[in-house]
């Protein structure tokens, strides 16, 4: 067989590429540009290493789990071992040749050009992201060195770390770290000793805490803080616990290297090793010292008063407790003693809680101060105390006690310029009574007992009487009982008339309050009003007072009566800013009531409390048309200055001077004096408590017409007074009765100059009293004025020629029972005193005839 | 006419094809390691390929320590060697592509020297 031409050009061009091929081999050998050759065949192929390459440094790379690639400045990737390519999840031949920026992290490109761009003369290390073939982010580290091997100039060498496998390791490591970090910064105190207790670490706060620095307790035993407060037990059954169970839990006192106790809260646990077998304890503690204090904090909270630091309610039980026991015990009575203060409402009300608080801290240090050392005093409301006395002996002998509290309070308290005055009343109860009686029990006795003495005037004690079953209820069941009996509508008004005694005209009526209590009957004010003194429901009652008046006003003109009522105001309600208003509101509401017919009461005492917000809102009144009147005149104290100032039209003088004027020349005196200042001041007067036809003939000779009284007509249900003011008619002693001049006064007061000279020597016989009342027939008044009348208009009337003898005679008699007395002859000066009575009689009788016109 | 007209059409694309500048290369580059030949290789070829065929080749790098089963085919190869596998026809040059002139030529980038 033959080859064709065509066949020997085609073998000769292959044999001479062939040829070319094996030359440009040789050429490159030659010229140094072939590092190795590679032989094929079935069994493998064979590599020859021409030079420069080391193959058993080159098998290690291969081999390696760390990806390894030479790289030129710009990032071309000259070469990778098979890790890399894994790494980058790509064939190994399509990673070298590229450009590893392909492969990294847009943002972690600057890493990597830094990492390339650093001078060859060391070695740098940096953590970025590579982006898998498949899009995943690999975060790698890597070395990189700059070889400064001849022929491999500008090759960077990195070596790739997989960050991710590692990742388990940095989690650990960050653990470690930050337990590391936890026990050095813990704010526990931490100590850890071998199995042997021998410190072994402490952290800062355990410095911090005990005082000692970490040097001074290595190797030392825990009992370096030891206080010696525990004894051997505790620490019995510490080691118990730590053995039993691996911890123990507690409080514990150790001592501070200064030797300071401290408490702390402590917590040991056994670290034990594989076996089983303990390697340490650890104890992780807390300073608790400053908690205890806290503790002990709340504790004072929660058994002291805030405000006075006094014992509250609560402790006050447990004292009242143990106070009983020890009572029973020791076989000797204990007192409880409930205290409220009266009047203190007014000057929170006036001056504000901050004064009223500070009044409440002077009074409690005083009123502590006022009891024994082993007495308790509490405060357990408001303005409410409480005082457990113990071993009193008997309640006379703790009366004492009771006065001392009555007037540490009473005393005036100064509060920047303010003196303040208030009083307390005290309810009194003694233990033991009887069998099975309770603490709540003693106190609400107590609290009884207190309410009594505020109703039997306040500035007192009341001592509960456990005989008596006075049924009543503590204050506060009182005040929700007003309270209810507003609602039900249990308050009414009764009217007492005033009259003019002169022309028997009827002037108008005085309202006044009534309860109709469904069990205790009808209930006069003193019997209520007291216990809401202080109370916001005083107000209320006053405006329900006003109203019912008005309708009542209402109610009598449509009968075709007018009648001006008055209506008594207290003095909370007189201070309320909204008085005013109040009262044009409740006039609106009655348009057939003339303003001018209603009148206003208000004592004396209260207007004056605060002249000029009381003249403010009087003279307010009257601007409404309504007019006041000053109620009790005479038991105040007020200034002339301040009466004047006063815009009121009436002064009722207190029913006390007029009852007592006819045998008391004191009495007439202050009436007299009340009269004038009346009239100098341009008020009108009217007398309370008229009782009989004499009172008013003296008040009439006194210049006073207006009066009020039992003696006149006592206070009825509204429904009567129509009848009443149809029957009334005036005395007819009181017909014709002159005003006595000036001049003429001794005259009226002769009756009760004369009956009171008469009682003094009466009782002076008796040996009651020391002296008579000096009183010689022209020393007396009337004396003077017989003198004086002689010659005078008086003088030709017979009974003044009648009077004359009698006066002397009974002057005379008088004289000679003293002498009697004098001379030790009692028992004969005693059997004339009929006798002397008999000769004032008739005096007194002459007296009523004589005519003062 | 038709006929006529778009047998000259695909004549002008051939030889439109056969013009360099439009031809795609695929080139394959044996290396063994990181010989300072095999750096040299690879960092000549890259600057050669960037020059004169950017954007138009592919270019593999094949370490034949690690993937000696990709030179199947081939009995002896030197290290470095590059092959042109396309366009045709196949050729190699041998050596660490220090001369550009030489490495053009063999890539049918330079006439070849008489």
Request: aromatic share 6%; charged share 25%.
């Amino acid at each position: 067989m033959t080859r064709s031409g065509r066949e020997l050009i085609v073998e000769n061009e292959d044999l001479r590429a062939r040829l070319e091929e094996t030359e440009e081999t040789l050429r490159a050998i030659r010229s140094g540009e072939v590092d190795s050759l590679v032989i094929m065949s079935e069994v493998g192929e064979q590599i020859f290493a021409l030079t420069g390459a080391d193959q058993s440094y080159r098998i290690l790379v291969e081999d390696m789990s760390e990806g390894a690639l030479t790289v030129n400045a710009e990032g071309l990737i000259i070469y990778a071992n098979r890790r890399f390519a894994e790494m980058l999840k790509m064939p190994l031949e399509k990673v070298i040749g590229g450009s590893i920026y392909l492969w990294v992290a847009p943002d972690s490109q600057p890493i990597l050009r830094s990492l390339l761009g650093q001078s060859a003369d060391g070695k740098c290390r940096d953590e970025l992201d590579l982006v898998s073939n498949e899009g995943a982010k690999v975060p790698i580290q890597f070395s990189a060195s700059y070889p400064l091997v001849k022929g491999m100039e500008g090759v960077i060498c990195l070596l790739a770390t997989d960050l991710s496998e590692i990742n388990e390791f940095k989690r650990n490591e960050r653990e470690l770290k930050l337990a590391a970090s936890v026990f050095t910064h813990a704010s526990e105190g931490i100590l850890i000793t071998d199995a042997h207790g021998h410190i072994i670490n402490v952290n800062d706060a355990f410095t911090r805490i005990t005082s000692y620095s970490r040097d001074e307790v290595l190797g030392r035993t825990p009992n370096i803080l030891s206080s010696g407060r525990q004894d051997k037990g505790f620490f019995a059954a510490l080691w118990h616990d730590l053995t039993e169970k691996g911890h123990w839990y507690g409080e514990i006192w150790n001592r501070r290297k200064n030797g300071e106790v401290y408490a702390e809260m402590l917590r040991i646990s056994a670290l034990c090793d594989s076996d089983g077998k303990v390697t340490e304890y650890v104890g992780l503690f807390s300073d608790i010292t400053a908690m205890k204090e806290h503790e002990k904090q709340l504790e004072h909270i929660a058994h002291y008063d805030a405000l006075t630091n006094l014992p509250n309610r609560v402790l006050f039980a447990d004292r009242m407790q143990q106070g009983m026991l020890q009572s029973l015990r020791r076989a000797q009575p204990l007192a409880v003693v409930f205290l409220d203060l009266d009047g203190f409402k007014a000057v929170n009300d006036t001056h504000g809680h901050a004064v009223g608080d500070r009044l409440l801290i002077n009074l409690s240090s005083r009123m502590k101060a006022a009891l024994r050392e082993g007495d308790t005093f509490a405060r357990i409301g408001g303005d409410e105390f409480v005082a457990l006395l113990l071993d009193i002996g008997s309640i006379a002998a703790c009366q004492l006690t009771l006065n001392r509290l009555l007037a540490a309070v009473a005393q005036p308290v100064q509060i920047d310029d303010l003196v303040l005055h208030v009083t307390a009343s005290l309810g009194v109860t003694v233990y033991p009574q009887g069998d099975g009686i309770e603490a709540d029990q003693l106190l609400r006795q107590a609290d009884q007992a207190m309410y009594l003495a505020k109703i039997a005037g306040k500035n007192r004690f009341h001592v509960f009487d456990p005989t008596l079953d006075i049924n009543l209820r503590s204050y506060h069941a009182n005040l929700e009982q007003i309270r209810r009996a507003l609602v039900q509508r249990e308050f009414l008004l009764y009217y007492q008339p005033k009259v003019n005694m002169r022309t028997g005209k009827i002037v108008g009526a005085e309202a006044l309050i009534r309860w109709q209590h469904p069990e205790k009957g009808l209930l006069l004010p003193a019997e209520f009003l007291p216990l809401i003194e202080d109370h916001p429901l005083n107000v209320e009652l006053g405006e329900w007072v006003i109203d019912s008046a008005l309708t009542q006003m209402e109610i009598w003109a449509a009968q075709g009566w007018t009648l001006p009522v008055s209506v008594n105001i207290s003095a909370r309600q007189l201070k309320q800013a909204n008085f005013v208003d109040r009262l044009r509101i409740l006039l609106a509401a009655h348009t057939k009531v003339n303003p001018n017919d209603l009148e206003m009461e208000v004592l004396e005492t209260s207007a004056l409390d605060d002249l000029i917000r009381a003249s403010d809102v009087i003279e307010k009144c009257r601007a409404l048309g309504v007019l006041f009147a000053l109620d009790d005149f005479g038991t105040g104290y007020s200034s002339l200055t301040y009466l004047k100032r006063l815009p009121v039209r009436w002064l009722k003088i207190d029913q006390s001077f007029v009852r007592d004027m006819l045998d008391d020349p004191d009495y007439l005196s202050i009436l007299t004096g009340v009269l004038s200042l009346a009239l100098a001041f341009r008020r009108e007067v009217i007398a309370e408590g008229v009782e009989t036809a004499a009172h008013g003939a003296m008040l009439l000779q006194l210049g006073c017409d207006l009066a009020q009284g039992f003696g006149i007509a006592r206070p009825m249900p509204a429904g009567e007074l129509p009848n009443w003011m149809v029957n009334w008619h005036k005395e007819p002693e009181w017909n014709n009765l002159p005003t006595v001049v000036h001049a003429d006064l001794p005259l009226l007061f002769a009756r009760a100059e004369h009956k009171a000279w008469v009682v003094t020597i009466e009782s002076f016989l008796r040996g009651e009293r020391a002296a008579p009342m000096q009183l010689d027939h022209h020393g007396c008044r009337f004396g003077a004025w017989l003198d004086s009348v002689s010659t005078a208009r008086h003088a030709m009337q017979p009974a003044i020629k009648a009077i004359e003898p009698l006066h002397l005679q009974l002057h005379e008699l008088a004289a000679d029972l003293c002498a009697l007395h004098d001379q030790n002859r009692n028992e004969d000066a005693l059997a004339k005193v009929g006798e002397l009575k008999e000769l004032l009689a008739a005096m007194l009788n002459q007296l009523k005839s004589l005519d003062m016109h | 006419m038709a006929d006529k007209k778009s047998i000259d059409s695909r004549a002008a694309f051939e030889q439109a094809l056969k013009t360099s500048q439009n031809q795609f290369y695929t080139l394959r580059l044996y290396v063994i390691g990181t010989s300072p030949q095999s750096v040299s290789a690879i960092n000549n070829i890259k600057n050669i390929c960037e020059e004169h065929l950017q954007g138009r080749y592919e270019l593999e790098v094949i370490d034949l320590y690690q993937q000696p089963q990709l030179a199947q085919g081939q009995q002896i190869i030197a290290s470095p060697t590059l092959i042109k596998k396309l366009p045709l026809p196949l050729r190699r040059v041998i050596g660490d592509m220090s001369n550009a002139e030489r490495v053009l030529v063999g890539l049918d980038l330079r006439p070849r020297p008489k």
